[in-house]
């Protein structure tokens, strides 16, 4: 049986999910583009030991992450089952299901039809009786509303999820779903955003409305993806994701532009004692309406880098003046 460290809520920072009882680490470990077939299985299960030996209880997956799609799932359903099958009640597991995921008219989108065949497909990969959490993962223009609210309901009061949440909904799209999901009974408890130095459109009303309602915040891609790193400071690694081919990030992506904001953010960090990408999650968890970030992971080490960045969650009001000198443009898309 894997023994784990007896001591391992003791550094871990835990935040209560908007107004529900529900607490979530500061640092929750992203199973996107790291957990598939196509990734090294053992370094998964180490990588899964070794957030769990440092307080990170919260698993987020979704029903297409690998690659291949479905993988991911299946990957920590094995894991799971090996290793934290006496710990499954001290662990968060969500999963969403919105993208493309099989052919045919029900493969996709926010049907009743689809969330719940879904869900079922994810039980069955993961080998488990319910989620903790289950999302919708994107809005679906096709399907009214409150059909994908209430399948939602529906799923919790099959006991299929113990809570739900949405992803990637705008402000107003996001007050509709919180509004219908509270009137049925199963309130919303959290959305997930995408939420970065380079990618800041949640200040733009969304953070205001998720404080106003009472859910929670955690936001995913808090690296830009590995370009909030010193990865690239110095060409394109033959391990990144930009090289392997995987994932949204392209060399397109890895402009001179950028580079040179990076490098400008890197100094910032050094100067604080810390790693860019220790800074970048720090940047965001500054913020109270933050309840989690969301972190993917290659190697151990990153895992233990990310903890650390729960020292330094302080910034000066230099600090963020220069960091917002350097970010102009995006506050300016923001705005």
Not at 156 to 180: C, D, F, H, M
Request: hydrophobic share 40%; glycine share 8%; with cysteine.
């Amino acid at each position: 049986m894997q023994m784990f460290d007896l001591n391992r809520y003791a550094a871990m920072k835990y935040s209560r999910c908007g107004l529900s009882g529900l607490k979530l680490p500061a640092i929750s470990l992203g199973l996107w583009h790291n957990f598939g077939h196509v990734d090294e299985f053992e370094m998964c299960r180490a990588i899964l030991k070794c957030a769990f030996d440092n307080g990170i209880t919260h698993v987020d997956l979704a029903n297409n992450y690998g690659p291949p799609p479905g993988s991911a799932e299946e990957n920590f359903g094995k894991i799971l089952r090996d290793d934290f099958k006496t710990h499954r009640d001290e662990l968060i597991i969500s999963t969403k299901a919105g993208y493309h995921m099989w052919n045919g008219p029900y493969g996709d989108g926010g049907s009743k039809k689809y969330l719940i065949s879904s869900l079922d497909q994810s039980l069955q990969r993961m080998q488990l009786d319910y989620v903790d959490i289950f999302y919708h993962h994107r809005p679906d223009s096709e399907t009214p509303l409150e059909e994908t609210m209430s399948a939602l309901d529906l799923i919790v009061r099959q006991g299929k999820a113990l809570y739900v949440g949405i992803s990637n909904y705008k402000p107003t799209e996001a007050e509709q779903a919180i509004t219908i999901l509270r009137r049925l009974g199963t309130p919303c408890v959290i959305h997930q955003p995408k939420y970065s130095m380079f990618e800041r459109w949640v200040e733009n009303g969304l953070l205001d409305l998720l404080e106003k309602e009472g859910v929670g915040c955690i936001a995913f891609s808090p690296l830009a993806q590995g370009m909030l790193t010193d990865k690239y400071l110095h060409g394109i690694p033959i391990d990144s994701r930009v090289a392997k081919g995987v994932g949204f990030l392209t060399e397109s992506h890895i402009t001179k532009e950028k580079i040179e904001k990076i490098k400008k953010l890197n100094k910032i960090a050094i100067d604080r004692g810390q790693k860019l990408a220790q800074m970048a999650l720090s940047w965001i968890l500054k913020d109270k309406r933050i309840t989690s970030v969301l972190i993917g992971a290659s190697k151990q080490q990153q895992v233990l880098d990310a903890i650390e960045s729960l020292n330094r969650a302080d910034f000066t009001t230099d600090e963020l003046n220069r960091i917002d000198s350097i970010l102009a443009d995006n506050i300016m898309r923001v705005n």
